[in-house]
């Protein structure tokens, strides 16, 4: 009986070692008439039609993956045409409420007999990054003196400020960055009106000096360019005010994108009252003392005229 059980539980296990050792023999074979050049040979039709069915059905497969691609990227297209037709409305909007509001300011300025701002124009320059050059920030502009651009103009992309021009050569610029050590820019505050020296910082980007009343700084509040210098245009936004345990930062502006196209600003024109200037065909000059006497004594003179002829009229 026992001898029996042993023979029921043994022929299985032999059963399994025969079959692995029939596998191996068999792949040694299939291995050994492979290494054949003649079986190669002989096998290289067939290996041609499997290769040639298995393509084709790999480009059935992906001809039937790519519909299906294609239906959710066309999908997604839809969803962001549509968004953008969103904004082009949203944006329409503004471009005519920002029109009325432009006559509206223009109007305003005749009733009032402001001075507006002065027209500033620019040039447009593609930037580079600069390795040895003499700054730490610094980028390198495709426009130079050529094109009409000098040492001092303000450099300002669709974020807002990103520094001024240092150096300028015949198709070429230098642009020190706002987070150079050696920039300092004069800044103030939307909402505080404090207004305040901007100094490149290496590592929170600039920071904020010398503000007169640190105490009216808002937290997130908006800085923009003061023109205090006579350099650059007021307003340009320059960044957001944060504060840390060394005092007042700017997040800046510049920093929420790579750095590509640039707009390139000259100083706004004001024309300092030493200066000479040409007002209907006669050369003004400086209002001396000299000048002043003269001055005074033509309008008298004018106002005597003007007396007389009005009393001898007929």
């Not at 059963?15 to 050049?37: C, D, F, N, T, Y």
């Not at 962001?80 to 082009?88: D, F, K, N, P, T």
């Not at 060394?246 to 502006?253: C, I, S, T």
């Not at 707009?263 to 200066?275: A, D, G, K, Q, Y």
Request: glycine share 10%; aromatic share 6%; no cysteine.
């Amino acid at each position: 009986m026992a001898r029996h059980a042993r023979h029921q539980v043994g022929a299985p296990r032999f059963a399994a070692r025969a079959g692995i050792a029939g596998i191996a023999i068999a792949l040694l074979g299939l291995l050994m008439v492979q290494s054949s050049s003649d079986v190669r040979r002989a096998l290289q039709p067939a290996r041609a039609r499997m290769d040639g069915i298995t393509s084709q059905l790999s480009s059935a497969a992906n001809h039937h993956f790519a519909g299906y691609t294609w239906l959710f990227a066309n999908k997604a297209s839809k969803e962001r045409i549509r968004e953008l037709e969103s904004q082009v409305h949203s944006l329409e909007r503004w471009r005519e409420a920002s029109r009325t509001m432009s006559l509206r300011m223009v109007e305003y300025e005749n009733m009032l007999d402001l001075m507006g701002e002065p027209q500033i124009g620019g040039v447009t320059a593609r930037v580079i990054a600069e390795t040895n050059g003499p700054f730490t920030h610094s980028r390198i502009a495709n426009a130079g003196a050529v094109h009409g651009v000098f040492d001092g103009f303000a450099v300002v992309n669709e974020h807002g400020l990103l520094g001024r021009v240092v150096r300028t050569g015949h198709r070429t610029s230098r642009i020190l960055l706002l987070t150079d050590y050696n920039s300092r820019i004069p800044v103030m505050g939307r909402t505080s009106l404090d207004r305040a020296l901007l100094v490149g910082d290496k590592k929170v980007g600039a920071r904020i000096l010398h503000a007169e009343t640190p105490d009216k700084i808002v937290e997130g509040e908006e800085w923009v360019t003061s023109g205090d210098d006579g350099l650059f245009e007021r307003g340009l936004r320059v960044g957001f005010a944060h504060q840390d345990k060394e005092g007042w930062r700017l997040d800046l502006a510049m920093q929420r994108d790579a750095i590509d196209f640039v707009r390139i600003l000259p100083p706004p024109s004001f024309v300092t009252p030493e200066e000479l200037m040409i007002s209907d065909g006669k050369l003004l000059t400086p209002n001396t003392d000299e000048n002043l006497t003269s001055q005074s004594f033509e309008e008298a003179s004018n106002s005597e005229q003007g007396g007389t002829n009005v009393g001898g009229r007929p």
